[in-house]
């Protein structure tokens, strides 16, 4: 009797290696080779790379944004899911027990009832019941694996999430210190057009100067005028998108002031790059991370559809009593046990096992030109973002040379056409060269910022300086 009960157990430890489908093998990509310099670089690595702008306010944006940023709740729910599916495809694996209770009243035709026996009758049931299926050919582990995978590709995606809306919040922000700072730019050079236009006015009352002069300090005047609220609407547009990003209630949108930290130019741009960024720093990207995971799922679907090719092998057992009257019910002459061993094979269905094998490897295809594809958008990525590292910088540099050189240009333009040796178009021309280069400069720096946190989002996170 004992031999017959571990029977089923020793079959599936038997088989417990053997589940169809296709194991899992990361594919074979070309890939710059690292040294083990590179491989030893990653321990350098930091995930809060926004600190390395030394700006506490930006540090506290991002941080409000990783606990209240709707589309990171929205991934962390995604996770929290995943999670409970895969612990759904764990519990397959291993028998379930239910527990169920019965009561019955009810009356026998009397055509059918031997004479003598009650037409009315109680019946009582209490019994437990245990059922497992067989899991043979590795249907349910697949699902598992794939269960997993998935569960695995959710955590990736999510922190995927989060380093881009830190991207975005770092980015967002310092587009509203280089507003901040061309605001002021504009508002200081308003007040000079306007200074000028009061004395060019008042030259133009004692026939100092004539009409055009005085109608060309106007527009000039006008034209900067109408700057100050083109800079201030973006501003306020860039103010309101970097709530939304940090997660901000309506009220607090409407009634709270975000906080600034230093000005633009006062931010700090890291100065070196490691010389041995390679493939091995793109590995810890969690988009890459996350493409391999729906890889790895959609491999082990397969071997769940392949499954279906085989039988269905399923125990059931119950232990329990029948008695028509409580006091009995856990009597011994009241106990009743059954056990029921089912298998189901698919005969003939018009060839739907194989169509779903085919649409699962139909979607495994697809899922490895996804991750092959997610690979060479990082490295893309990484590219790109070096090389917008490098001439940032340089236009920074070339665009600070030219405002200064503006400056002074204006200077000397203004001193000629004071003393009389050119038209007050050459003084126009300068200020509004000079205006110009100044909120360059601004821009220049802006995007200096922006390829340095692109730079650390291409490679999932940032270095020791």
Not at 56 to 65: H, V, W
Not at 84 to 89: L, S, Y
Not at 91 to 120: C, F, H, K, M, W
Not at 179 to 199: F, G, K, P, S, V
Request: net charge neutral.
């Amino acid at each position: 009797m004992l031999k017959r009960a571990l029977l089923p157990l020793l079959i599936t430890l038997a088989l417990s290696a053997c589940a169809v489908g296709p194991d899992y093998h990361r594919p074979l990509l070309e890939l710059p080779e690292a040294s083990a310099a590179q491989a030893s670089s990653e321990a350098l690595l930091v995930k809060d790379w926004w600190q390395q702008f030394k700006d506490p306010i930006l540090t506290q944006l991002i941080d409000e944004a990783l606990q209240h940023n709707q589309d990171l709740l929205t991934a962390a729910a995604r996770v929290d899911e995943a999670a409970a599916q895969a612990g759904i495809a764990r519990a397959q694996l291993l028998p379930t027990l239910d527990a169920n209770a019965a009561y019955q009243r009810g009356r026998s035709s009397s055509e059918i009832v031997t004479p003598g026996t009650p037409l009315v009758a109680d019946t009582r049931n209490a019994n437990l019941q245990v059922a497992w299926e067989l899991d043979l050919w590795g249907k349910l582990r697949r699902s598992n694996e794939a269960a997993r995978a998935n569960f695995a590709a959710t955590r990736f995606a999510r922190d995927a999430s989060q380093l881009s809306i830190a991207a975005q919040v770092a980015q967002t922000y310092f587009q509203l210190r280089a507003y901040d700072a061309q605001l002021e730019i504009a508002q200081r050079t308003l007040a000079t057009r306007q200074e000028t236009l009061t004395l060019q006015n008042k030259r133009f009352a004692r026939g100092a100067i004539s009409a055009l002069d005085q109608a060309q300090a106007e527009a000039d005047e006008a034209a900067t005028r109408a700057t100050v609220p083109q800079i201030a609407n973006a501003r306020a547009q860039t103010a309101t998108a970097l709530n939304i990003l940090v997660g901000r209630s309506a009220k607090t949108m409407v009634e709270g002031e975000l906080p600034r930290g230093g000005n633009i130019d006062q931010l700090l741009v890291p100065t070196s790059i490691p010389a041995d960024l390679s493939s091995t720093l793109l590995a810890r990207r969690p988009d890459v991370a996350a493409s391999e995971q729906q890889l790895i799922a959609a491999n082990a679907q397969i071997g769940v559809a392949r499954a279906a090719y085989f039988p269905t092998i399923s125990l059931t057992g119950a232990l329990g009593s029948q008695s028509t009257s409580l006091d009995g019910l856990f009597s011994g002459p009241a106990r009743t046990w059954s056990f029921v061993g089912n298998a189901a094979a698919p005969i003939f269905n018009f060839g739907q096992t194989g169509y779903n094998v085919d649409a699962a490897t139909a979607r495994q295809k697809q899922a490895l030109a996804g991750y092959e594809k997610t690979v060479q958008s990082a490295f893309k990525d990484a590219l790109d973002a070096l090389s917008a590292q490098n001439s940032s910088r340089d236009i920074l540099q070339a665009q600070t040379v030219q405002s200064s050189a503006l400056s002074k240009s204006l200077k000397l333009a203004t001193l000629r056409y004071d003393k009389g040796y050119s038209s007050y178009l050459e003084v126009l021309d300068a200020q509004r060269g000079s205006f110009q280069a100044e909120l360059n400069v601004v821009s220049a720096k802006l995007n200096q910022l922006n390829a340095a946190v692109g730079l650390y989002k291409a490679l999932g996170g940032g270095w020791v300086q």
